[in-house]
């Protein structure tokens, strides 16, 4: 009897131990599973600092180097060397200095966004400053800019801009991120001005860029224009629309 009862329990403990091995399997094969099936975390938007490259990335880290895309910035005009948020900047002129990027970004037929880490100078803040455009035939195809006239940054178009709604206008000597979005979708533009949403319109623009995106300056009626006057650092320029989260990311740190 004695022997018959350390048998059945000698069974049972090995029943026991091998549905508990097999419930381990079970779970390490779905857990598998689920791991390559998800997207990697730098692949969602939001989800890493590498998706925040963008199609070009210029910090202008006292260099004209670019950290992403092909082409590395040609500095030209009345600029120097500064410091900047995090790490160094290109002072410009406001009236010769802009660097060319030698990156064209497609915007009549995709969404985009363009940023940049803006300072303005104490004059000459009466008129249009432009920080990031695309050069275009006439003009350019977008501005991201200081509007003189409205008092504030705004992102525009020929004929139509997006002037930022914030609780107090731009000081100089102060730093701001700005980021412009474009969605062809809905056709609206977007201004983010230190992550946040600042203004919006629903417009449209039918200018073909024909150069690259520029840095420090505009073009308008076939000529050079508008040009910053103050401090340029950290630009960005990506061939999809931003979401929210991401550009107050962006504005928080700089990708790794």
């Known amino acids: 009897m004695t022997r018959r009862w350390w048998l059945i329990t000698t069974i049972a403990v090995l029943t026991v131990a091998l549905a508990f091995v097999t419930v381990q399997l079970v779970r390490g094969q779905n857990s598998g599973k689920e791991q390559a099936g998800a997207d990697p975390a730098a692949s969602r938007p939001g989800g890493g600092t590498e998706s925040l490259q963008g199609l070009g990335w210029w910090p202008l880290h006292r260099s004209g ?4 895309g092909a082409h590395d910035g040609v500095i030209s005009g009345g600029t120097e060397w500064t410091d900047g948020p995090q790490g160094g900047a290109l002072r410009l002129d406001g009236t010769s200095g802009f660097v060319d990027t030698g990156t064209v970004l497609d915007t009549t037929g995709k969404d985009y966004s363009v940023a940049a880490r803006v300072r303005l100078a104490s004059e000459d803040r009466n008129g249009f400053h432009t920080a990031l455009s ?15 006239p409205d008092g504030n940054f705004a992102f525009s178009f020929t004929g139509a801009r997006t002037v930022a709604q914030t609780p107090e206008q731009p000081q100089p000597g102060r730093w701001y991120h700005l ?30 860029p024909t150069g690259s995106v520029v840095i ?41």
Do not use: C
């Open 65 to 68: 180097t670019a950290k992403a």
């Open 216 to 256: 420090g300056r505009a073009k308008f009626d076939g000529r050079a224009a508008d040009h910053w006057n103050g401090d340029i650092a950290d630009v960005h320029v990506y061939d999809r629309e931003l979401t929210s989260r991401e550009v107050g990311s962006l504005s928080s740190r700089e990708p790794g």
């Open 134 to 148: 695309e050069d275009g035939d006439p003009s350019s195809s977008f501005f991201l800019q200081y509007a003189g």
């Open 179 to 208: 980021t412009g979005t474009y969605s062809q979708k809905d056709h609206t533009m977007r201004i983010y001005v230190d992550g946040r949403l600042a203004g919006t319109r629903v417009a449209a623009s039918d200018v073909k």
